[in-house]
């Protein structure tokens, strides 16, 4: 089972980003992203069913994040647009039975990737 995100980096004010994360061993599973600031707790961004493909977006995605899967290269895709600075987090993808809110229902974490947006 691996999780490996990849992406991120410095972008200004208003722009866009792709970040990405490659699994493996994990069919069937919910992959969400999360973001956590400095200092802050981790947040819930958005999530996409392993099972139906439905998606469950979190209040800091609605209208500028796009969650999106890959099936044939086992790939979760969180699209960004009009960035923020408060945007400004390392992003973690995970895995999980089910999309959920709470990081506690996740079972498997990639080891982030650093998304700067600059004012």
């Known amino acids: 089972v691996q999780l490996v995100e990849s992406g991120g980096g410095l972008v200004q004010s208003g722009g866009s980003l792709r970040v990405s994360c490659v699994f493996s061993?994990?069919?069937?599973?919910?992959i969400a992203w999360f973001r956590q600031a400095p200092g802050a707790e981790r947040e819930y961004v958005s999530c996409?069913?392993?099972?139906?493909?439905?998606?469950y977006e979190g209040d800091s995605a609605k209208g500028r994040f796009t969650i999106s899967k890959d099936n044939e290269k086992n790939t979760v895709l969180l699209q960004m647009i009009s960035l923020k600075p408060e945007d400004t987090a390392v992003y973690f993808c995970?895995?999980?039975?089910?999309?959920?809110?709470?990081?506690?229902?996740?079972?498997?974490w990639g080891q982030g990737t650093q998304v700067t947006v600059s004012s």
């Open positions: 995970a895995a999980g039975p089910f999309c959920k809110y709470s990081r506690s229902s996740y079972d498997y």
């Open positions: 061993g994990l069919d069937d599973y919910a």
């Open positions: 996409i069913s392993g099972k139906d493909g439905s998606t």
